[in-house]
């Protein structure tokens, strides 16, 4: 899209405003005695030395160095000049002393620095733009590569179906006749998740019905209806690269189209038969308790259809079981105490304290509430494990913890939405064995096996092995076989069977062999682990049944890339469900948690590293510059992207808030208190929010439960042996 290879770099500096040609060059050139208000320069450094103190002696000193330098080396030492006028904060260098020594100095100075701080501009920019072209080269190659990787064995990925649909379509002549060809079975389109459709599969869909809107199926008789389903509070998949404005413009476009279509000259023509633009809203909720609405109108108006990029005010939002009762809790943050010593014990030490105390009371609290049963008003049946949803922003270490913890309370739970299967430590054990297996010298991954479950090791006997050998760790070990007879023992017979077996024989005779490795990670990780191992055995037997099953060839295609598993959450189990907000969108549960609630969007998921940027035509990923390398047009495209992340922010917490259908939980941990004493929670945190939505209309809680609307949940209080 972008031409030639070595055309990008100078797009790349059109787009950025920067001078044509060599930046090097340029900025020589300005910083030549013809180029640069050398008379400035010098009144500067003059000031200085007049002002006498030391660090004005300093600066003076500094101009004259800079001065004696050819115009290159000047364009080299461009940043220890700017020092001169501005400090490392970017503010003026202006004392009283120099003020009084010159009266003019802090214009002088002010000019100084819009002029250096044009130079430094370009030659910042010129290397930036350098390495985003350097960017774009690779992805360029990368992309080539990759699609002669497709053609080679006639593949096509989804994007391939989606713009070959486009070109198709739009050619003239063939595109023409495939319409013709499609319009004669096509009578009725239907749009669902209108919101999150992007703007190449609205032009598919605007090829498919142009006929819709010619008048031609009026005089023919034909009843011919696009039905669009949006909802674009829902909108929450920007992330995928969807725009939810473009439901707007779709909208907009038919609706136009269809008034043109209504309308003729003639009283008896047939454009006059068009079908009416109906633009239809549903309010009734089927699912939600009125209580929870109430509460999900109140955030909408707490912080303004505006922040949701909503055009106008959704309509109330109306129970179609209005007599259902419900209820919403916001519960306080979940503090913990300061207490160093104890906040780098045990093996999840990397974890913080706070989550790892947070996830312990969530789990006792959600084992009391499966405990004492209440009765479901939407069910009409006792409270089950099944009926609680958990819903986080993200899937990271608190979402582990929840599900571990809930484990170890006895407590049934389905385990994360989606595993990737390469983080969880009982899959690293268990590859730390294949590794040593297909290579016994290497001594990191039998440091690995050694004090992991499987072979019960702690740092201290480790030491004791490694600590001044000569020789490789295996090896030393082998030497020393008497002193640890029990660990050589068993790796040993792991490599006495290496050659013969399958991967997936390999890992059943360390979990269920003499090993006991099953019964060693359950008891050390916990039944967490339980999903992560019966995964990696399914990777196994998948590898099996399409290559040769030998454990390097497992390990180096285990190793290629990342795999993700996801199960189906709307699968009926009696479990509680631990997921993602966008992994719950559709689906729906009695009570839901929210259990991060106090989370800062602003650090949620990692930072992207890319900013798409129109050039020329076509959007390309241009390098995210840094705060400090932000220029003309990247901040204002990335202060757009950031407004664009906070309303689906808010957009996700409606999707959370609409999941329930009894009882709503808003929780979290709170953060590490600020130094001024104030809240330490962020402003933009669904907790915060929520608190000033359900502040005019809640009742104070008691105990752990800050703020209460509804009636008990629609909960009867009445356990399952009543």
Request: aromatic share 6%.
């Amino acid at each position: 899209a972008l031409g030639p290879a070595d055309g990008i770099e100078a797009k790349v500096r059109d787009l950025m405003g920067l001078p044509k040609g060599s930046a090097e060059d340029y900025i020589a050139a300005q910083c030549g005695d013809e180029g640069f208000d050398c008379d400035l320069l010098r009144a500067v450094a003059d000031a200085n030395r007049r002002w006498g103190a030391q660090s004005g002696i300093g600066h003076a000193e500094v101009i004259e160095e800079w001065l004696a330098l050819t115009p290159i080396e000047r364009g080299a030492a461009l940043s220890r000049l700017r020092k001169v006028v501005l400090t490392d904060k970017g503010t003026p260098r202006v004392s009283a002393g120099q003020t009084k020594a010159e009266p003019h100095y802090e214009s002088h100075a002010g000019r100084l620095a819009v002029l250096i701080g044009d130079l430094l501009r370009i030659q910042n920019g010129a290397s930036l733009a350098a390495d985003m072209a350097a960017g774009l080269r690779a992805g360029q190659a990368f992309a080539i590569a990759y699609t002669k990787a497709k053609r080679a064995p006639g593949a096509a990925d989804f994007n391939d179906l989606i713009e070959w649909s486009r070109q198709l379509l739009r050619q003239p002549g063939m595109g023409d006749w495939v319409r013709y060809k499609l319009d004669r079975q096509v009578d009725h389109v239907l749009v669902d998740e209108a919101q999150d459709t992007n703007a190449a599969q609205w032009e598919i869909i605007e090829y498919l019905v142009d006929e819709f809107f010619s008048g031609s199926s009026e005089s023919e008789g034909r009843a011919r209806t696009l039905f669009m389903v949006g909802d674009f509070k829902q909108a929450i998949y920007g992330f995928q690269g969807t725009d939810p404005r473009r439901f707007q413009i779709a909208r907009d476009l038919f609706k136009e189209r269809a008034a043109s279509l209504s309308i003729g000259d003639d009283l008896f023509s047939y454009q006059r038969a068009g079908r009416e633009f109906r633009d239809l809203s549903i309010a009734a909720s089927f699912r939600s308790a009125q209580p929870v609405l109430d509460v999900v109108d109140a955030v909408i108006g707490t912080v303004g259809h505006q922040a949701m990029a909503l055009s106008e005010p959704p309509p109330q939002h109306r129970a179609h079981h209005a007599d259902r009762p419900g209820s919403v809790e916001l519960w306080h943050p979940f503090a913990v105490e300061e207490s160093p010593d104890e906040s780098d014990e045990g093996e999840e030490r990397w974890i913080s304290i706070r989550d790892r105390r947070y996830a312990e009371e969530l789990a006792e609290r959600i084992e009391r509430m499966v405990a004492e049963a209440p009765v479901l008003a939407s069910t009409e049946r006792p409270l089950t494990p099944g009926d609680i949803l958990i819903l986080v922003r993200s899937r990271g270490e608190l979402a582990s913890l929840i599900v571990a913890r809930l484990f170890s309370a006895g407590v049934p739970v389905a385990g994360l939405d989606r595993l990737h299967l390469h983080e969880p430590l009982a899959v690293q054990d268990l590859l730390a064995a294949v590794k040593f297996a297909v290579q016994p010298n290497d001594d990191l991954s039998l440091a690995c096996l050694l004090v992991s479950p499987l072979i019960g090791w702690d740092q201290e006997q480790l030491r004791a092995l490694a600590y001044g050998r000569k020789v490789s760790l295996w090896r030393e070990l082998r030497q020393r076989a008497s002193e640890f007879r029990e660990a050589h023992d068993m790796l040993a017979e792991l490599l006495r069977i290496a050659d013969f077996v399958t991967p997936s024989s390999f890992f059943e005779t360390i979990l269920s062999g003499n090993m006991q490795g099953r019964r060693k990670l359950y008891s050390r990780l916990g039944m967490a682990s339980r999903d992560a191992i019966d995964e990696l055995m399914n990777s196994a037997l998948e590898f099996e049944r399409n290559e040769i099953a030998s454990l390097d060839r497992f390990l180096a295609w285990f190793s290629r890339g990342t795999v993700d598993v996801q199960r189906d959450p709307g699968q009926p189990a009696n479990e509680v469900r631990v997921m993602t907000v966008h992994g719950a969108k559709g689906l729906e549960a009695p009570v839901v948690i929210l259990a991060d609630a106090t989370a800062d969007p602003a650090r949620l998921g990692r930072r992207p590293l890319s900013v798409d940027v129109e050039i020329e035509g076509p959007t390309v990923p241009l390098l995210r510059p840094k705060k400090e390398e932000r220029c003309p047009p990247f901040e204002e495209i990335i202060a757009a992207g950031e407004k664009r992340d906070l309303e689906e922010h808010l957009r996700l917490l409606y999707v959370a808030l609409t999941r329930a259908a009894d009882r709503l939980i808003v929780s979290g941990v709170m953060p590490k208190a600020r130094k001024d004493g104030a809240d330490p929670r962020p402003a933009n945190s669904w907790h915060v929010i929520v608190e000033q939505a359900m502040s005019p209309i809640a009742a104070p809680g008691e105990e752990h439960v800050a703020q209460r609307y509804g009636a008990d949940g629609g909960l009867a209080r009445r356990s399952r042996d009543k």
